[in-house]
């Protein structure tokens, strides 16, 4: 036993004595600091092979959902529908035919004639043109208004966000169709205020998301870092704080289009829609319904299935793009 422990103190002394191998000193010696050692920076090709990767897993995430991918068929469908239809299938929107009225569907008219004798599958695409058009600007304008204030009012905090939030706070508790009556009937409706009359309804949402992630990403250490190094307030928000919330706000304004439709719907079947001869579905079905016991289905069923239709696609591929931004948010 003796032996053996000189002969393994022997071999200890043998190799700490001998140099170090050549392969040992060319490797890079690691400093250690108090901090503890950072991991080595990604270069800019890992960095866009990790955006690709992102970007990536989203596209499988929504595609790998029917329902949104159906939804996202069927926008796509009625806007070829509301912009290229009327191109191949030519109506007259502009002067009315009384002899013509409530005609039913025939080679001429394929869906029949409503009751001042416009064709009724021509007054879907017209229709279709501006409750699209009002949907997403409104959605836009009021997504984009909404993105800026709640935005700032994270960022700055104290006083200034308990105003700001309060006059948000207090516009929300203002039933929203009282609101949007009020608007509608002190105003001329045309199409311009109607997407300014949505997005005053509209933007309340959005600031109260945006204003909440901003809570969050303003403590972050690359935004105290920013204001350490003196950046400015605006270049923060705009360049560091939205982008950061983009996936919020793509989710949100694709249910604020769904929500922008039905509400100029509900204002066109009260008659506070947009005034002849503009059109808009809302205004086709409730025209239809002071015939609904007259058996004429073509005033009712074409206009409601497109509402119907549309806004459930656009609430199919919210869902989806919610899904997608969680995915690509775990995976950086």
Do not use: K
Not at 172 to 177: K, T, W
Not at 224 to 245: D, V
Not at 283 to 302: Q, T
């Amino acid at each position: 036993m003796r032996s053996l422990i000189h002969e393994c103190a022997t071999h200890d002394r043998t190799s700490s004595s001998r140099p170090p191998d050549r392969a040992v000193l060319d490797q890079p010696t690691q400093t250690p600091t108090a901090l503890g050692a950072f991991p080595p920076e990604p270069s800019p090709g890992q960095e866009f092979a990790a955006g690709q990767s992102s970007w990536r897993s989203m596209v499988e995430v929504f595609t790998a959902n029917r329902l949104a991918v159906l939804g996202f068929g069927i926008i796509i469908f009625f806007v070829l529908f509301c912009w290229i239809g009327p191109i191949f299938y030519h109506t007259n929107q502009l002067q009315t035919a009384l002899l013509s009225a409530n005609q039913g569907p025939s080679l001429s008219h394929l869906l029949g004639t409503d009751n001042v004798g416009y064709d009724t599958l021509g007054r879907l695409m017209e229709g279709g043109q501006t409750s699209l058009l009002v949907g997403v600007a409104a959605a836009f304008l009021g997504t984009s208004f909404g993105v800026i204030w709640g935005a700032v009012a994270g960022y700055l905090g104290g006083l200034t966000d308990a105003i700001m939030m309060r006059l948000v706070d207090a516009l929300l508790a203002i039933p929203g169709l009282f609101l949007l009556l009020f608007l509608a009937s002190v105003v001329t409706p045309s199409v311009p205020l109607m997407i300014f009359i949505i997005a005053v309804v509209a933007w309340l949402g959005p600031a109260r998301l945006v204003r909440a992630e901003t809570l969050t990403i303003r403590e972050r250490d690359y935004v105290q870092a920013i204001r350490m190094m003196g950046g400015t307030g605006l270049r923060t928000i705009t360049r560091h704080i939205i982008p950061n919330t983009v996936g919020t706000i793509v989710v949100n304004a694709t249910f604020q289009v769904a929500d922008a439709i039905l509400i100029l719907a509900y204002l066109s079947y009260l008659g506070l829609g947009v005034p002849p001869p503009a059109s808009n579905w809302g205004e086709m079905l409730s025209g239809g319904v002071n015939y609904v016991f007259a058996g004429y289905w073509w005033l009712i069923w074409p206009a409601g299935f497109c509402i119907v239709a549309t806004v459930v696609a656009f609430n199919f591929v919210g869902d989806a793009l919610r899904d997608a931004f969680e995915v690509r948010l775990q995976r950086r």
